[in-house]
């Protein structure tokens, strides 16, 4: 099916919502703004633009200050704001495939925009700039509204699930011009550049900085550098595409012929692991779960290659898998790189936080069909986390000999973006990495 055909729907499953979600909170329609520019403090320089999430969501119409007018039973009002401007280019919208699907106006500025909006009753507003809407303080950014706002974003439309498969499409195609430049000994900033030419465009259209971590920067969870330095042994890469507004978050580690074969084993192990704890994805089950068997599953691996004196559920219990696994197994993906809700408790809100062993994991919600995970384990040598254990009761339930001479290798990690189906799920990334 075409963009359009697929955006047709996906509005009409958006407007359905969001009447819906009006009507639940009390609002008579809602405002949403693409977002205002944010200027650096003492500068003249903004930060690169974000647009806000809730608008992406609706259209993926690039640039600050749009305004979407929802209402029920109307069809949406989308107002651009195009200034006519010699510093920046302000190009024309031409037909993109999502026109149709409003009542479009293209004006001057901002106060022109404003006056398209008739509202009539009570109308919130969702946005970064609550005073320049001249709407009341208690219906901006209302909480009722946001709730179920963001309660729906955790259900992808098959507009939304073939972006998210196109950006790991695009994602896929720089992570193997990523590793070909690794496997040529490239430089972490050689593989960063790899990465984005193969994806084809710049840095600040990616849904997130890139992380290349050559060795043992593997070990510092969302490492940044760029070191000039070539010729590493293991490459970690987490890096994503964009495409629509919606990104793919995908990671990978690879070895060259100079890393210990201790640690290609480990990578071997957690690829299988990885692979498996995609297939438990499916509607029904806590997610959780997959949590928790993935430090169960970690645990036997590190067993199995001697660094854990003990495996499976006895070492979770005694709390030995944290060090080296210590973040989520995953989380929602969508318009933003970490997706709204995953520990949302029912549409108007409530949080269920995660059990108190495991405060980084992210989503906590039972897995429906169309919603869209990652999936990513990990195994590190971080010094910081292993130094409490390096004494006391449970030192010998670790092989320091191995962790030492592992700990130059970084880490591992591996993910991939995966859709819940009715009975099962569908790895969005494997089939094209
Ligand atoms: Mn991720």
């Not at 949406?76 to 409003?102: I, K, S, T």
């Not at 507009?159 to 490239?186: M, P, V, W």
Request: charged fraction near 20%.
């Amino acid at each position: 099916m075409s963009s359009a055909t697929l955006y047709k729907s996906h509005i009409a499953a958006r407007q359905h919502a969001a009447e819906a979600a009006l009507a639940a909170a009390g609002f008579d329609g809602m405002v949403i703004q693409a977002g205002m520019p944010f200027t650096y403090f003492a500068d003249d320089q903004d930060a690169p633009f974000r647009t806000t999430p809730h608008f992406t969501h609706w259209v993926p119409l690039d640039g600050p200050h749009h305004l979407l007018h929802i209402r029920p039973g109307e069809r949406p009002l989308l107002v651009r704001v195009r200034p006519e401007d010699y510093w920046y280019e302000q190009a024309p919208l031409g037909n993109p495939f999502w026109l149709e699907a409003f009542e479009f106006h293209e004006v001057a500025d901002l106060g022109k925009a404003w006056k398209l909006i008739q509202k009539s009753g009570r109308t919130a507003y969702i946005g970064d700039d609550p005073a320049g809407s001249g709407i009341a303080a208690e219906q901006c950014n209302p909480d009722a509204l946001v709730k179920r706002l963001d309660w729906d974003r955790a259900y992808k439309t098959e507009y939304e699930i073939a972006c998210l498969e196109q950006a790991t499409i695009s994602g896929a195609r720089g992570h193997a011009a990523a590793r070909q430049c690794f496997l040529e000994g490239g430089s972490e900033l050689e593989i960063h550049h790899a990465f984005v030419e193969a994806v084809g465009c710049t840095d600040r259209e990616l849904p997130y900085e890139t992380i290349v971590a050559l060795d043992d920067r593997g070990a510092i969870l969302h490492y940044c550098g760029k070191r000039t330095q070539r010729n590493g042994k293991v490459l970690l890469i987490d890096c994503g595409a964009k495409h629509n507004g919606y990104g793919s978050d995908i990671t990978r580690t690879w070895t060259s012929r100079s890393a210990d074969t201790l640690f290609q084993d480990l990578l071997h192990g957690m690829d299988q692991l990885q692979r498996e704890l995609c297939e438990m994805v499916r509607p029904g089950l806590p997610y959780l779960a997959i949590h928790e068997a993935a430090h169960v599953k970690i645990a036997d691996l590190l067993h199995k290659h001697g660094i854990l004196k003990v495996g499976g559920a006895q070492a979770v219990a005694e709390g030995l898998t944290g060090p080296f696994f210590p973040h989520g197994i995953g989380h929602f993906l969508g318009v933003q790189v970490h997706d709204v809700g995953g520990r949302q408790a029912a549409p108007e809100g409530g949080v269920m936080p995660p059990p108190k062993s495991f405060p980084y994991l992210r989503t906590t919600r039972t897995i429906e069909a169309n919603q869209v995970f990652t999936i990513e384990p990990g195994v590190y040598f971080i010094e910081m986390l292993l130094r409490p254990f390096r004494s006391g009761s449970q030192t010998s339930m670790i092989d320091w000999k191995l962790v030492d001479r592992l700990a130059s290798h970084g880490g591992i990690r591996i993910e991939d973006n995966v859709v819940a189906i009715p009975g099962g799920q569908k790895n969005l990334t494997r089939p094209h990495i």
